[in-house]
Structures are given as structure tokens and as C-alpha cells.
């Protein structure tokens, strides 16, 4: 049997878009640029697969899973029928990400303020930091 091997860190972002193709939009999704990336691919998704709801179902259920894997989102996802339905309840919880990749930013920014200002910091301070 012959086979093709993609490997998918060889392609950039601005590349993968470009190709407009499933296989691209596969490699997105799994490596989003933003949690806001994902409502542009599902969007992209539900056009591509209007014509074929079995697939579009498939990719839908592919998708809540790869989200739900993701310890950023943080989130478990309900059951979904569809990518636009799945689009609908993203676009619903992408507030909610936004605040939580803002506030991990900032407390890496304190912690990495703090190391270069006072050197070693206690276990005990980067876990408050954490849990603020």
C-alpha cells in the first residue's frame, strides 16, 4: 500500500492558509493561532462541508474532542450535531478564553519581573501567583 507523510510543524500558519484545503484546516485547528482562529476554521469547515453533513458531523465531533483534550480551554464541550452548531457554542465561550489566556500572560509577565528583579522566587509565591 502506498501512503503519504505530511509532516504538519513543516507548514507556518499564513502557509496552512493559504492551501484552503480539509488537510490544512485539520493542522489549524489542532495548532490554533488564537481561541478566535477556531471560530474562522469551523466557519470555513461548514461552507467546505455543506454538501456533506455525514462528514461535516464527523469533523464536528473530531473537533470537540481535540478541544476538550486542550488544558487552556478548560471547558468541557456538550454533544454536537453539527460544525455550526459547534461554532455557535465556541463563539459563546470565546470571551471566557480570551480572559483566561489574558490573565496567564500577565501572571508570567509578574513571575518573569519578579526572577529578574529579586532572582529565585519561593514555591509558595508562584503558586498564589497562579491562583490569582
Given at each position: 500500500?502506498?501512503?503519504?507523510?505530511?509532516?504538519?510543524?513543516?507548514?507556518?500558519?499564513?502557509?496552512?492558509?493559504?492551501?484552503?484545503?480539509?488537510?490544512?484546516?485539520?493542522?489549524?485547528?489542532?495548532?490554533?493561532?488564537?481561541?478566535q482562529?477556531?471560530?474562522?476554521?469551523?466557519?470555513?469547515l461548514?461552507?467546505?462541508?455543506?454538501?456533506?453533513?455525514?462528514?461535516?458531523?464527523?469533523?464536528?465531533?473530531?473537533?470537540?474532542?481535540?478541544?476538550?483534550?486542550?488544558?487552556?480551554?478548560?471547558?468541557?464541550?456538550?454533544?454536537?450535531?453539527?460544525?455550526?452548531?459547534?461554532?455557535?457554542?465556541?463563539?459563546?465561550?470565546?470571551?471566557?478564553?480570551?480572559?483566561?489566556?489574558?490573565?496567564?500572560g500577565?501572571?508570567?509577565?509578574?513571575?518573569?519581573?519578579?526572577?529578574?528583579?529579586?532572582?529565585?522566587?519561593p514555591?509558595?509565591?508562584?503558586?498564589e501567583?497562579?491562583?490569582?
Amino acid at each position: 500500500m502506498k501512503h503519504l507523510l505530511i509532516d504538519q510543524n513543516a507548514y507556518g500558519e499564513q502557509e496552512l492558509a493559504s492551501l484552503r484545503n480539509l488537510v490544512a484546516a485539520v493542522f489549524r485547528i489542532e495548532h490554533p493561532a488564537s481561541p478566535q482562529a477556531i471560530g474562522g476554521l469551523l466557519s470555513l469547515l461548514a461552507d467546505w462541508l455543506a454538501d456533506r453533513p455525514n462528514l461535516g458531523r464527523m469533523f464536528a465531533l473530531w473537533i470537540r474532542a481535540t478541544l476538550m483534550r486542550r488544558t487552556e480551554y478548560r471547558t468541557v464541550l456538550p454533544q454536537i450535531d453539527d460544525l455550526q452548531e459547534l461554532n455557535v457554542m465556541l463563539a459563546e465561550r470565546l470571551e471566557e478564553w480570551a480572559h483566561a489566556y489574558k490573565a496567564e500572560g500577565e501572571a508570567l509577565a509578574l513571575q518573569k519581573l519578579l526572577r529578574r528583579r529579586f532572582g529565585s522566587i519561593p514555591a509558595g509565591v508562584l503558586q498564589e501567583i497562579s491562583g490569582a
